[in-house]
């Protein structure tokens, strides 16, 4: 093996274990993913009491740009929201609001979102071929 050839990969292999070996960098959050969940014992019929409210209110929510996508939840348990919030702060002062939620009937999980920074080696410079 060349000498040049060698003192690449021994320099390739020193950065990139130097980099595994930092902490990770916490993305900039972008987004919150909130999952609504029905808590246990609450009927059908408290739901429909407030549903009119909740879904007109949501709808507002979704208007006015703070829901960019809303889905339903597989298990029929309740419904989940991408939000166009900066942080779960931002996300709990917007849901929160919500009839389920002041009625005690259902309660979210919040998860801030943001870019997948291990992308970021991809703009690293290339090391230079020696």
């Given at each position: 093996m060349q000498?040049?050839?060698?003192?690449?990969?021994?320099?390739?292999?020193?950065?990139?274990?130097?980099?595994l070996a930092q902490a990770p960098a916490q993305?900039?959050?972008t987004r919150v993913l909130a999952t609504l969940t029905v808590k246990p014992g609450i009927t059908r019929d408290q739901i429909m009491k407030?549903?009119?409210?909740?879904?007109?209110?949501?709808v507002g929510?979704?208007?006015?740009?703070?829901?960019?996508e809303w889905y339903a939840r597989g298990d029929g348990k309740g419904v989940v929201f991408?939000?166009?919030?900066?942080s779960v702060e931002e996300a709990k002062e917007t849901l929160e609001a919500l009839?389920?939620?002041?009625?005690?009937?259902?309660?979210f999980e919040y998860m801030p979102l943001g870019p997948l920074t291990p992308l970021r080696?991809?703009?690293?410079?290339?090391?230079?071929?020696q």
């Open positions: 000498l040049p050839l060698l003192r690449s990969i021994l320099i390739s292999a020193l950065v990139a274990t130097s980099l993305p900039k959050v407030v549903m009119q409210d909740e879904v007109r209110q949501t929510l979704y208007l006015d740009g703070k829901i960019q991408l939000l166009d919030c900066k009839p389920l939620i002041r009625a005690n009937f259902a309660s080696l991809l703009l690293a410079p290339p090391t230079p071929a």
